[in-house]
């Protein structure tokens, strides 16, 4: 059976002595004695229909703990799990790491599970056969990894709204740099319904850089124009043309019960992750039809644990990362996004729904 001292193998390992007598051996662990985690929650061959009215329901996760043989009854280092999740038969190439914690439990709600499964390329309104699987490894040790038995369960998703739902009110922007066509126009978005519309419209080089809002996708209805100053609106439909300093993205705020709007610029938005060393951007581009961002990266090098982040300007003082747990939705100085291994890869950033959301796809 293979044996191996503790203090020569793992390094770090804090071991608590049961006694002090220096006459004591130092603690062995087994190695060949590991005992792989489990998991217990869902059952295998268990089926989720997902969908839109169901989205808050909860899925759970649980799984028992490794375990590890080791003599003088010392203390061990807590260890660490990943679940993992990927298609039937694809060995988890492509999957998705759904969270990596010491606890042996995880929730997460139907709505974050559909949008997991769309990351991976899935269309909604599908039935696909989805393969979990448990790994560990004992904190700051090597050679302590341990892989659960992989189980199979069925999930159906849903199409989310794109873009959003209904009852969520806009307002159309239409201007020089879509050729004042209303129906055509981006919109911006009021998801609390307090009258205050968010959004991010992207200007591209050349024109006036001149808008206007409207409450409909015509000039027949409400217009939003200039007021008595350069941040007050005005709805008179001879009221002037608004206007942004020159060409890029711009998070636009419209609360039409003051009757003020404001703008944050930004010159680009790029990719930045492990394999540029944290230190150079990828700029993205703007689909004006597809109203989101996106760049496609070719030959990232293949290595475990690649991660990367959205960024403003080349800069820290914008950056975007994971929601907690992973969902889909970015939070400002979130926690670095997982991506695939490797290969070649679409990056894509969009700012039309309620929280900044971002999508990646294996090419």
């Known amino acids: ?10 390094i770090g390992l804090a071991v608590i002595m049961g006694s002090c007598q220096k006459e004591e051996k130092d603690p062995v662990l087994n190695l060949s004695a590991i005992s792989a985690p489990s998991i217990a929650q869902p059952e295998a061959e268990a089926e989720f229909i997902l969908s839109i009215a169901d989205s808050a329901q909860v899925i759970q996760f649980a799984w028992s703990a490794t375990g590890y043989s080791i003599t003088n009854g010392a203390v061990l280092p807590a260890s660490t799990y990943s679940l993992e999740m990927g298609l039937a038969d694809s060995n988890f190439v492509g999957g998705k790491e759904l969270v990596n914690t010491q606890v042996l439990s995880f929730d997460i709600i139907y709505y974050n599970m559909n949008n997991m499964l769309l990351q991976m390329g899935l269309p909604g309104d ?23 038995e992989v189980i199979s369960t069925k999930f159906t998703t849903f199409t989310p709204a794109e873009p959003p739902p209904s009852d969520v009110p806009i307002l159309y922007v239409p201007g020089d740099y879509q050729g004042w066509n209303p129906g055509e126009a981006p919109n911006v978005f009021d998801y609390n ?11 591209p080089e050349g024109g006036t850089f ?19 100053s350069e941040f007050e609106l005005d709805t008179d439909p001879s009221a002037g043309n608004l206007s942004v300093p020159g060409p890029g993205g711009y998070w636009l705020e419209i609360d039409i019960n003051a009757l003020t709007w404001s703008y944050d610029g930004t010159e680009n938005w790029g990719v ?7 230190s150079v951007d990828i700029d993205m581009e703007f689909d004006p039809i597809e109203q989101y961002l996106h760049v496609t990266v070719e030959n990232i090098p293949a290595q475990d644990n690649q991660r990367f982040k959205y960024r403003a300007n080349d800069d820290w003082v914008v950056n975007l990362g994971a929601n907690d747990p992973d969902d889909g939705f970015l939070v400002q100085g979130g926690a670095d996004i997982p991506i695939p291994d490797g290969g070649t890869i679409t990056f894509i950033l969009d700012f039309t729904t309620e929280i900044p959301s971002y999508r990646i796809f294996e090419n």
């Not at 009258?195 to 991010?200: D, E, L, Q, S, T």
């Not at 808008?211 to 124009?225: A, C, I, L, Q, V």
């Not at 930045?272 to 944290?278: A, H, R, S, V």
């Open 193 to 203: 319904n307090d009258g205050i519309y968010r959004g991010y419209i992207y200007f």
């Open 126 to 148: 599908t039935t696909v056969d989805v393969e979990f699987r448990v790994s560990s490894v004992m904190s700051g040790t090597v050679g302590t990894e341990s892989v659960s």
């Open 1 to 10: 059976m293979k044996k191996i001292s503790i203090i020569t193998l793992l």
């Open 272 to 278: 930045i992750g492990e394999w540029l060393d944290w």
């Open 210 to 228: 001149e808008f206007k809002f409207t409450s409909d996708p015509d000039w027949e209805h409400t217009n939003y124009g200039l007021g008595a």
